[in-house]
């Protein structure tokens, strides 16, 4: 499991590059290699730009490669989908780092590396469960489907082109890192840029001219507003959370000297969206803010901030908390550890709005923190993935049914 792990999180996979690309040949290979029914696919991004329904992408990318590996049953059972990202988001600054984010290492039962929680362990969780099952010589009657995509930090490219391909199941479940808790709903993230003009001056001159920068700390402020009314009530699902959904904005790009007064800037952001709120819903709610702005400043009346919304766009999704999945996974997780797995939703868009969407209900439930996720020396417990690839081998047996009417001894992989 270790060497599993550290072998995925070697690859590079960073979205866009062409690691991306490899990691998921790579998986193709080790699957088809223990006997596993691969399927691969071609993924054209710039066909898919040209679909309305198309969740969007942030990194330019020229290709990609669909992987799944079936696990057939005996016939007659549910299917069950296993599904994970493949790909990464950068390592930020290397200095943060005690060691480099791609060459993992294990020690004192900890492996620390960009991808570890988020999510190759969680892939390699699911992998293994399979694998431990086929040594088990047991027979499900419903199929599993392993999945691993990629786009999923910038979008969602790769979950996208699994459902246009046509592959379904009767419950997925996604074993990003949750800490081992039970995740059946993600609030929704859209992505924005504020393009908001002054008018240069020499900076000795400044009250002659118009500071984009200054401009843009009124649109902060009435931002900060903004997100405090969307967060003044709350689906019970996200009533953990201090803000459950932020309003944050990532890039400032403003000036080009020290002594001018800058008239251009360019702000990215994310905007929360709640469960159960559209993406229109969201967007309308923020352009209005900005143009409640506008009306009240003499320059930004004549020279309103533009709102653009590009990139990733998530939308909200929920499976249900009492469906019988969520207990399914509740009780596997409960029977091995002891323990209760706490349900609630996340306050991140994943690819699991896509999949529910798509009318297939999905939890989340794997190791290592969401907190970590993103940062510098990110890591998991190779006891919580061990935890997890037994929780998720009850599951199959139960959802995907042992068949008792054959041999469930006889080991389908030495
Ligand atoms: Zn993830």
Same mark, same amino acid.
């Given at each position: 499991?270790?060497? !599993? ?17 490899e ?6 290979? *080790? ?12 993924i054209?991004?710039a ?15 020229e ?14 059972g549910?299917t069950?989908?296993?599904?994970g ?18 060459q ?9 590396g960009r ?7 969680? *892939? ?14 047991? #027979?499900? #009657? ?43 709903a ?9 393009t908001?003009?002054?008018? !240069?001056t020499h !900076?000795?001159? %400044?009250?002659e ?8 700390? &009124? ?5 900060d507003?903004?997100?405090?009314q ?5 689906d ?19 000036g ?6 800058p008239? *251009?800037?360019i702000?990215e952001? %994310?905007?929360g ?7 229109e ?9 900005? @143009?409640?702005?506008c ?13 653009q919304?590009?990139g990733? @766009? ?10 019988p &999945?969520?207990?399914?996974?509740? #009780? ?30 999905t ?8 907190r970590? !996720? ?9 006891g919580?993935?061990?935890?997890c690839?037994?929780? &998720? ?6 959802f ?12 389908e992989?030495?």
């Amino acid at each position: 499991m270790v060497d !599993a792990v550290e072998r995925l999180v070697a690859h590079p996979s960073i979205g866009g590059s062409p690691a991306e690309v490899e990691i998921q040949r790579d998986l193709a290979h *080790l699957w088809e290699h223990e006997g596993l029914d691969v399927t691969t696919w071609t993924i054209d991004p710039a066909q898919c730009l040209l679909d309305p329904g198309f969740p969007g992408m942030e990194v330019d990318r020229e290709t990609g490669l669909g992987v799944i590996a079936r696990w057939a049953g005996t016939g007659g059972g549910p299917t069950m989908l296993l599904l994970g990202h493949t790909d990464v988001v950068p390592p930020g600054d290397l200095h943060a780092w005690s060691s480099p984010p791609f060459q993992p290492h294990h020690v004192d039962g900890r492996i620390t590396g960009r991808g570890t929680a988020d999510m190759k362990a969680g *892939l390699v969780a699911a992998w293994l469960a399979v694998r431990a099952l086929r040594q088990q010589g047991r #027979r499900l #009657r419903g199929d599993v489907i392993l999945a691993a995509v990629s786009g999923e930090e910038d979008g969602g490219m790769g979950t996208y082109s699994l459902l246009a391909q046509g592959i379904t199941a009767d419950a997925c479940i996604i074993p990003e890192p949750t800490d081992l808790d039970i995740v059946p709903a993600n609030g929704g993230a859209l992505t924005f840029r504020l393009t908001i003009r002054g008018a !240069a001056t020499h !900076a000795s001159r %400044r009250s002659e001219g118009i500071s984009a920068i200054e401009k843009f700390t &009124l649109a902060l402020r009435a931002l900060d507003e903004l997100e405090v009314q969307r967060n003044a009530v709350v689906d019970p699902l996200m009533e953990r959370w201090s803000i459950a959904y932020p309003l944050a904005i990532g890039t400032v790009h403003a000036g080009d000297w020290a002594s001018t007064v800058p008239d *251009l800037c360019i702000a990215e952001g %994310r905007l929360g969206v709640a469960l159960d709120e559209s993406p229109e819903q969201a967007r309308l709610a923020l352009e209005q803010a900005v @143009q409640g702005l506008c009306a009240h400043d003499p320059w930004l009346r004549e020279h309103p901030i533009d709102v653009q919304w590009w990139g990733g @766009q998530f939308a909200p999704g929920r499976t249900d908390p009492d469906h019988p &999945l969520v207990d399914l996974v509740g #009780r596997a997780h409960q029977s091995l550890t002891g323990a209760t797995a706490q349900v609630y939703g996340a306050p991140y868009g994943s690819d699991l709005r896509l999949l529910v969407a798509a009318g297939i209900p999905t939890v989340q439930y794997g190791p290592g923190d969401s907190r970590i !996720a993103h940062a510098p020396n990110e890591w998991v417990t190779v006891g919580d993935v061990v935890t997890c690839a037994h929780t &998720l081998m009850l599951v199959l047996e139960e959802f995907c049914e042992i068949d008792a009417a054959v041999d469930n001894t006889q080991q389908e992989i030495p």
